[in-house]
């Protein structure tokens, strides 16, 4: 990656951003809860390792998206936030012992506060009464579009400037390749929020193993798609020896 003026012009935008979510989350002042709040850290934290690689493109999803997605639900804006920042360093962590990139952690960083701050600025606003004309369906369909788009749009740009192509491009193919699966975490996130007034959240965290059976499809889904890419390359350098 080429990391030009224009590149980090726009990471510091970014920084800027999140530094906006995080202040007003820290202004609002909403009350905490550890117990919840450790649990979906650890949970998040555990799963955000367990990613897959878009092909084509450089970027990937985390199987950790539900869980951020009930933090931002069921939490204070600033706890949804440290927990995305969290899990957004470790997967960012490289796996094979190369250097981190300063400049890399610092955008996810300003990604995933930005997103997880403007989803819970959304979802938050019906708990103030403000938006009390929304049903909580359409609620969580409004905070999901806005991680949702607060995730794609910043990395189908930052995409765009350092590896190049056109934006709108890289978004198209970002979304559809994971759209289904924020509308899956939304579902699965509304189905825990409701079972845990029963049955208590611990128990409904049980969600964990369905995530690990998504997150095995997509692996092999994402590697047969990838499979003519790669028969296709090896062939053109056979080729051209």
């Given at each position: 990656?080429?990391?030009?003026?224009?590149?980090?012009a726009?990471?510091?935008?970014?920084?800027?951003?999140?530094?906006?979510?995080?202040?007003?989350?820290?202004?609002?002042?909403?009350?905490?809860?550890?117990?919840?709040?450790?649990?979906?850290l650890?949970?998040?934290?555990?799963?955000?390792?367990?990613?897959?690689?878009?092909?084509?493109?450089?970027?990937?999803?985390s199987?950790?998206?539900?869980?951020?997605?009930?933090?931002?639900?069921?939490?204070?804006?600033?706890?949804?936030?440290?927990?995305?920042?969290?899990?957004?360093?470790?997967?960012?962590?490289?796996?094979?012992?190369?250097?981190?990139?300063?400049?890399?952690?610092?955008?996810?960083?300003?990604?995933?506060?930005?997103?997880?701050?403007?989803?819970?600025?959304?979802?938050?606003?019906?708990?103030?009464?403000?938006?009390?004309?929304?049903?909580?369906?359409?609620?969580?369909?409004?905070?999901?579009?806005?991680?949702?788009?607060?995730?794609?749009?910043?990395?189908s740009?930052?995409?765009?400037?350092?590896?190049?192509?056109?934006f709108?491009?890289?978004?198209?193919?970002?979304?559809?390749?994971?759209?289904?699966?924020?509308?899956?975490?939304?579902?699965?996130?509304?189905?825990?929020?409701?079972?845990?007034?029963?049955?208590?959240?611990?128990?409904?965290?049980?969600?964990?193993?369905?995530?690990?059976?998504?997150?095995?499809?997509?692996?092999?889904?994402?590697?047969?798609?990838?499979?003519?890419?790669?028969?296709?390359?090896?062939?053109?350098?056979?080729?051209?020896?």
């Open positions: 990656m080429q990391y030009t003026r224009l590149t980090k726009f990471i510091a935008l970014m920084a800027i951003a999140a530094a906006a979510m995080i202040a007003n989350a820290a202004i609002r002042g909403q009350s905490w809860h550890p117990y919840l709040a450790l649990t979906l650890a949970i998040a934290m555990a799963t955000s390792r367990m990613k897959v690689t878009i092909p084509g493109i450089n970027g990937n999803m199987v950790n998206l539900p869980f951020l997605m009930l933090s931002i639900i069921l939490l204070s804006a600033t706890e949804s936030i440290l927990i995305a920042c969290a899990s957004s360093i470790i997967q960012t962590l490289p796996k094979d012992g190369t250097r981190l990139k300063p400049v890399r952690i610092l955008f996810n960083l300003s990604m995933m506060a930005f997103s997880s701050g403007a989803a819970g600025l959304l979802f938050h606003q019906q708990m103030a009464g403000k938006l009390n004309w929304m049903s909580a369906q359409l609620l969580l369909a409004g905070a999901t579009a806005a991680f949702f788009l607060g995730q794609t749009l910043p990395v740009a930052i995409v765009a400037l350092t590896d190049g192509g056109g709108h491009r890289i978004w198209m193919s970002i979304a559809q390749m994971s759209f289904p699966y924020y509308v899956l975490s939304a579902g699965l996130t509304s189905m825990v929020e409701s079972v845990g007034h029963s049955v208590g959240w611990l128990a409904a965290l049980a969600v964990l193993p369905i995530m690990f059976g998504i997150y095995r499809s997509y692996r092999l889904y994402f590697a047969k798609v990838a499979e003519p890419a790669s028969f296709a390359l090896a062939r053109a350098a056979r080729s051209g020896a």
